[in-house]
């Protein structure tokens, strides 16, 4: 919703009654008994306005709302004295609806309490200076009801800008929601599929021999099970060319680990597809392993996957998988190393 173009008019309105006001000033210069002070009023309620329209920002600045408010209160302590009060002195209380004027501006720009002040002197000092009738005659009372208004106006506005804020949070929430829900449901299917797509053709050999496997089959049961757990720990390290090569590698007899630990989550499509490319040449290269570690890094390290290849069980293959590399001081694991690679987060130029 733009709210730039009521706001322009709303400025434009108060710009126009503060000329107004000035113009009545102006007329009725000859009409007091001393110029100076009238002219000194019409001067600082010019600079006041003025900066009270032009300044940016939904709420008026401290040092700005107490030079408004100094401003209410000058201006009648200082034009008053010149004013002839007699039967009727017209418009020459102009700086009476001038100061209405200006503190329903405070009033918009979300000053209230300071516009109070500047309204209840105005009266307070009307009373001491002309009488409790010039409340009504002098329109002391129309510039209370200005901000009465002004103050009512803007404080309905607060309040719906409030409920349409909790709304819009709302529905962001909603809509977060939903996308998560959305994200788990497409997350189920796909593991379904994928598991389906895997395992129903060794299913329906199941169902066709009645449960009587021999131990190829039992041997490629395990495999399956096996690529099922790589979907749900290794999946972002998994590509077409990586499950054929981890399927192949187990077939062989060798034992391959995928450990997914997130440090892909920030990388692009390119990126992501150079490391599928890079894993799935690695566990070619491992064909002589007995045991293949793939990992993710985690994020801040240069390298994205290490892929390691021993050829002996035990202790000291766990401790070589675990080490820094096959350039480690302990001379004795390095026949226990394959391979080993790092593969690189971005591609080096």
């Not at 329903?104 to 979300?110: G, K, W």
């Not at 200005?146 to 719906?160: H, K, L, P």
Request: charged letters at 20%.
């Amino acid at each position: 919703m733009r709210v730039s173009a009521p706001a322009s008019m709303a400025r434009g309105l108060a710009a126009l009654f503060s000329v107004y006001h000035l113009v009545l000033a102006f007329t009725t210069l000859p009409r007091v008994t001393d110029v100076g002070p009238v002219v000194a009023c019409m001067v600082l309620y010019a600079a006041a306005t003025a900066m009270a329209l032009l300044v940016r920002g939904a709420v008026l600045p401290v040092w700005l709302t107490c030079f408004c408010l100094a401003t209410a209160v000058v201006m009648p302590i200082v034009a008053a004295p010149v004013v002839e009060l007699g039967d009727a002195p017209g418009y020459a209380t102009w700086w009476v609806a001038a100061v209405g004027t200006l503190m329903v501006i405070l009033v918009v720009r979300q000053r209230m309490p300071f516009a109070w002040v500047g309204v209840l002197f105005l009266a307070v000092h009307t009373v001491g200076w002309a009488g409790l009738d010039a409340l009504g005659s002098l329109g002391v009372l129309g510039s209370v009801v200005w901000v009465a208004v002004g103050t009512a106006f803007a404080s309905a506005m607060n309040r719906a800008t409030r409920v349409t804020r909790d709304f819009v949070r709302a529905e962001q929430e909603t809509a977060d929601w939903q996308a998560a829900q959305d994200a788990h449901v497409y997350e189920r299917q796909f593991r379904l599929s994928q598991t389906t797509r895997m395992a129903l053709p060794m299913l329906q050999r199941i169902i066709d021999s009645c449960g009587d496997l021999d131990e190829v089959d039992r041997a490629e049961c395990l495999h399956l099970e096996q690529a099922i757990r790589d979907e749900i720990r290794g999946r972002s390290l998994l590509s077409d060319d990586v499950r054929d090569e981890v399927m192949r590698l187990r077939r062989r007899g060798a034992t391959v680990q995928l450990h997914d630990d997130g440090g892909l989550d920030d990388l692009d499509a390119p990126d992501i597809r150079r490391i599928h490319a890079r894993v799935a040449e690695a566990l070619r290269q491992a064909r002589d392993a007995d045991n293949v570690i793939v990992r993710t890094v985690s994020e801040g390290s240069d390298s994205a996957v290490t892929v390691v290849g021993l050829r002996l069980d035990g202790a000291a293959s766990e401790s070589a998988a675990l080490g820094a590399g096959p350039d480690d001081d302990d001379g004795d694991d390095d026949d226990s190393v394959a391979l080993w690679l790092e593969i690189p987060r971005h591609e080096r130029t």
